[in-house]
């Protein structure tokens, strides 16, 4: 990505990567939030201190701590996309990108998001943020949530349980699961709750020419699930909207002790687009043996 120098906003533009492309050439949800955490690279260099001078001379990881996005247009593969990021106050950026079609400007992702410089207990040694950005530095993530008994790591009525090993390859600064972790965590249970009800993206594509569209989601971080730690992942529906989608949370745990503490938790809205036959390009009807997958509901 390349970027046009600004005090404010810092303006990149990029391209969406090949491997989102994964229903026809529409690039999937997790990959306009991979655009974005790139420009907001660009803003933290732009500062004045890009983050690998913060991890290697002050000990300090940049770490995205809550992103909330509307997606309300598409992004397709080969799009040129346009990301403009400012600071609201302290912590808080907005972030906007943006693709020409037509001759016109079309906003395909709108978002708020909190950025923090963690206190690394990996690097060699801590010094303090530099003054551009001394009010981001926080000694840990920001907590919240509340801890459950062992005994609560069960699946109830209509609720999803997946438990993953945390991968290296998710994490960063040799030690935590990084925002972006999450977000393709929450695409996995997403997936694999749809095919333990019955309703898999694959079946839905090839019976219904369904395709799979996110319209808004958030991710939030609590606290650490450290490398090679098993994290307990709950999925469940909440909400079935207008008939035409479906509101669904994450929450992920870690144990420790006789408790599962919180490490994340994240919401997303979802439905489906026809892509052939009756009704093609509009969204899809969730009709009752779909509502019924969805919410764990008796036939």
């Not at 600004?6 to 303006?11: H, I, K, L, M, N």
């Not at 010094?127 to 981001?136: E, H």
């Not at 669904?248 to 997303?268: F, N, S």
Request: proline share 5%; charged share 20%.
């Amino acid at each position: 990505m390349t970027a046009t120098v600004s005090p404010a906003p810092t303006v990149v533009h990029g391209s969406p990567a090949f491997e989102g492309a994964n229903i026809r050439t529409w690039i999937g949800f997790k990959h306009f939030m991979y655009l974005a955490e790139q420009a907001v690279l660009r803003w933290l260099a732009d500062q004045g201190t890009p983050a690998r001078e913060l991890y290697l001379h002050h000990g300090l990881g940049l770490e995205i701590t809550d992103f909330a996005v509307q997606l309300p247009a598409v992004l397709e593969l080969g799009d040129e996309v346009r990301a403009e990021v400012a600071r609201v106050r302290g912590d808080r950026l907005s972030v906007r990108l943006s693709v020409t079609r037509d001759g016109t400007e079309v906003t395909v992702l709108r978002g708020k998001l909190t950025v923090a410089l963690v206190r690394e207990r990996a690097a060699d040694a801590h010094r303090p943020a530099p003054a551009a950005v001394a009010g981001l530095e926080v000694p840990d993530l920001p907590g919240g949530g509340e801890a459950l008994p062992v005994s609560a790591l069960t699946a109830g009525p209509g609720t999803f349980l997946w438990s993953w090993r945390a991968p290296y390859f998710y994490c960063h600064y040799s030690d935590r699961v990084q925002h972006s972790g999450f977000v393709r965590a929450l695409e996995e249970v997403v997936d694999r709750f749809l095919a333990d009800r019955g309703i898999s993206v694959g079946r839905m594509l090839a019976e219904r020419s369904w395709i799979p569209v996110v319209s808004r989601a958030r991710v939030r971080l609590l606290a650490a699930a450290r490398m090679e730690e098993t994290v307990h992942t709950f999925f469940t529906v909440t909400d079935i909207l207008r008939g035409t989608l479906f509101d669904g949370r994450m929450d992920c745990y870690v144990r420790r002790g006789d408790e599962l503490v919180p490490v994340a938790t994240a919401r997303i809205l979802h439905g489906y687009a026809i892509a052939a036959g009756p009704g093609a390009g509009g969204m899809a009807q969730l009709d009752d043996e779909v509502v019924r997958a969805l919410t764990g509901e008796a036939s």
